[in-house]
């Protein structure tokens, strides 16, 4: 976008929000604040009280929502592209999440979107410091609002963020157990969630390659990228097969003409993503999978409107500013997947919902059926031959939206029309989901 094109967009986003009242949502309470988790490392988190006609907050579950990345924004993406109160032109959106739950985003990591750290030492460098920080916010968080520590609690995310949020959810659980966090826990939801990285590279293939994106030399070729990226796995390559992941991708963008990661029936809106002359992976990598997440209309609306309004955000912290140091600090971390992890959930008797969408392919639905039939979980035979139930689209009845199926502890949703962003993309199938895993429906 030019110089002009941005300049009208700012004077439009002014304009909106002076017509709607500083940014507020119709009627609801909010909150937000920091919480410094590490010495010099600074997480924020904003909370919107649930607003529903019918129930007040103190009888509707409080549900996090985590964003993926790692880098990627939940008070910016989530928010405004996703399930928050106001979409990005500050128009109330009638499938906000808010109407059902009380919702709270994290910017998580360290790092991420508001959250910052003061020394380039801070950055979380794997899940197991994800959570621990993440166990400070909430321990933090519960005690300033201890009105939420009864109300049922849901970690919903997407992308990295669920394989973030399998983590937190384990150390949480043990932390209410030794009772040093305040809260009523009741379940973790894993929406296109990198939890089984090789199991998704694996099937990038043969899904495209059945939906018409690749020919016979594009399947061998992006075939034979995913087998790299499987060796490097096998030899504990973690840092390694994270480059060659990156590889993949590219040769996945060649035979296709630029398929977008994010949904496969349209194509990559950037120009080709590819890597250009000196540019290392990691650059690469936060301009295929940040950037989407940030874009420019976006970064102009929190940098802009959005810190005025909050007046915490210390003055020399952009939103967004610290993303590629988040993406690049968790490198060697990326590709470790984390099933035994969902499996400890079931076992501990957590409830845990996968679901994912139809179109997406960066974390594609046959990747997730791989690691689920791996769980050594003792339900997973009783999961296996129950028969899957068609669900109503909300938005038009008559045709089906999804499938699903629980089983036990736990569910899986298939929802149809629907990419990598399923409360984007579907948001009145999203809707409704949250309210079957929240037990309101
Ligand atoms: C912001 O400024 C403070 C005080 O000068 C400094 O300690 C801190 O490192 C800076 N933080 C960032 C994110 O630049
Ligand atoms: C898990 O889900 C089951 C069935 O919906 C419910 O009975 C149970 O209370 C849930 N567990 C927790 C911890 O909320
Ligand atoms: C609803 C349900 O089946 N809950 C189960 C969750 O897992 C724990 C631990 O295995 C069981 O005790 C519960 O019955």
Same mark, same amino acid.
């Given at each position: 976008? $030019?110089?002009?094109?941005?300049?009208?967009?700012? =004077?439009?986003? =002014?304009?909106?929000?002076?017509?709607?009242?500083?940014?507020?949502?119709?009627?609801?309470?909010?909150?937000?604040?920091?919480?410094?988790?590490?010495?010099?490392?600074?997480?924020?988190?904003?909370?919107?009280?649930?607003?529903?006609?019918?129930?007040?907050?103190?009888?509707?579950?409080?549900?996090?929502?985590? #964003?993926?990345?790692?880098?990627?924004?939940?008070?910016?993406?989530?928010?405004?592209?996703?399930?928050?109160?106001?979409?990005?032109?500050?128009?109330?959106?009638?499938?906000?999440?808010?109407?059902?739950?009380?919702?709270?985003?994290?910017?998580?990591?360290?790092?991420?979107?508001?959250?910052?750290?003061?020394?380039?030492?801070?950055?979380?460098?794997?899940?197991?410091?994800?959570?621990?920080?993440?166990?400070?916010?909430?321990?933090?968080?519960?005690?300033?609002?201890?009105?939420?520590?009864?109300?049922?609690?849901?970690? &919903?995310?997407?992308?990295?963020?669920?394989?973030?949020?399998?983590?937190?959810?384990?150390?949480? +659980? /043990?932390? @209410?157990?030794?009772?040093?966090?305040?809260?009523?826990?009741?379940?973790?939801?894993?929406?296109?969630?990198? !939890?089984?990285?090789?199991?998704?590279?694996?099937?990038?293939?043969?899904?495209?390659?059945?939906?018409?994106?690749?020919?016979?030399?594009?399947?061998?070729?992006?075939?034979?990228?995913?087998?790299?990226?499987?060796?490097?796995?096998?030899?504990?390559?973690?840092?390694?097969?994270?480059?060659?992941?990156?590889?993949?991708?590219?040769?996945?963008?060649?035979? +296709?003409?630029?398929?977008?990661?994010?949904? !496969?029936?349209? #194509?990559?809106?950037?120009?080709?993503?590819?890597?250009?002359?000196?540019?290392? &992976?990691?650059?690469?990598?936060?301009?295929?999978? @940040?950037?989407?997440?940030?874009?420019?209309?976006?970064?102009?609306?929190?940098?802009?409107?959005?810190?005025?309004? =909050?007046?915490? !955000?210390?003055?020399?912290? +952009?939103?967004?500013?610290?993303?590629?140091?988040?993406?690049?600090?968790?490198?060697?971390?990326?590709?470790?997947?984390?099933?035994?992890?969902?499996?400890?959930?079931?076992?501990? $008797?957590?409830?845990?919902?996968?679901?994912?969408?139809?179109?997406?392919? !960066?974390?594609? +639905?046959?990747? #997730?059926?791989?690691?689920? /039939?791996? =769980?050594?979980?003792?339900?997973?035979?009783?999961?296996?031959?129950?028969?899957?139930?068609?669900?109503?689209?909300?938005?038009?009845?008559?045709?089906?939206?999804? &499938?699903?199926?629980?089983? /036990?502890?736990?569910?899986?949703?298939?929802?149809?029309?629907?990419?990598?962003?399923?409360?984007?993309?579907?948001?009145?199938?999203?809707?409704?989901?949250?309210?079957?895993?929240?037990?309101?429906?």
């Amino acid at each position: 976008m $030019g110089l002009l094109g941005s300049g009208c967009r700012l =004077l439009f986003l =002014l304009t909106a929000v002076f017509n709607k009242g500083l940014l507020s949502p119709v009627t609801g309470k909010e909150a937000w604040n920091y919480v410094e988790v590490r010495d010099g490392a600074h997480m924020f988190w904003w909370l919107y009280y649930a607003d529903s006609p019918s129930a007040g907050f103190m009888d509707l579950p409080l549900v996090m929502w985590l #964003q993926g990345g790692p880098g990627g924004s939940g008070s910016g993406f989530g928010n405004f592209e996703e399930i928050g109160p106001l979409n990005r032109d500050l128009e109330p959106r009638k499938t906000s999440w808010v109407q059902a739950a009380s919702v709270l985003f994290v910017d998580n990591p360290v790092g991420t979107g508001f959250s910052y750290t003061d020394t380039p030492d801070g950055y979380a460098t794997n899940v197991a410091m994800v959570s621990s920080d993440m166990l400070v916010l909430l321990r933090n968080f519960f005690l300033e609002k201890p009105e939420f520590q009864s109300i049922p609690f849901y970690i &919903f995310s997407e992308s990295y963020g669920g394989k973030m949020a399998a983590a937190i959810s384990q150390e949480l +659980t /043990k932390a @209410i157990a030794e009772g040093t966090v305040k809260c009523n826990f009741a379940g973790v939801a894993l929406g296109d969630s990198w !939890i089984s990285p090789l199991d998704s590279v694996m099937t990038w293939g043969p899904y495209l390659y059945t939906t018409s994106l690749l020919d016979d030399n594009g399947l061998a070729d992006v075939s034979s990228a995913a087998e790299d990226v499987k060796r490097a796995v096998e030899q504990q390559q973690f840092e390694k097969a994270t480059e060659l992941w990156s590889v993949a991708e590219t040769v996945v963008e060649q035979n +296709t003409n630029g398929v977008n990661f994010y949904n !496969i029936l349209t #194509q990559d809106p950037d120009e080709k993503s590819s890597s250009s002359a000196g540019e290392d &992976f990691i650059a690469l990598q936060t301009r295929r999978h @940040i950037r989407p997440l940030h874009s420019q209309s976006l970064s102009e609306l929190m940098n802009g409107p959005v810190r005025k309004k =909050l007046a915490i !955000i210390p003055r020399n912290v +952009t939103w967004g500013g610290q993303a590629e140091e988040v993406f690049s600090n968790m490198a060697g971390d990326f590709m470790r997947p984390v099933v035994d992890i969902v499996d400890q959930l079931l076992t501990a $008797g957590v409830n845990v919902t996968v679901y994912n969408g139809q179109l997406d392919l !960066i974390v594609d +639905t046959m990747g #997730q059926e791989l690691w689920v /039939k791996r =769980l050594k979980w003792e339900g997973l035979p009783g999961f296996n031959k129950l028969k899957w139930t068609a669900l109503d689209d909300p938005a038009s009845p008559g045709v089906t939206g999804a &499938f699903c199926k629980t089983y /036990k502890n736990f569910s899986f949703f298939w929802i149809l029309r629907a990419g990598h962003m399923i409360p984007s993309d579907q948001g009145p199938m999203a809707l409704e989901m949250l309210k079957m895993v929240t037990r309101q429906a």
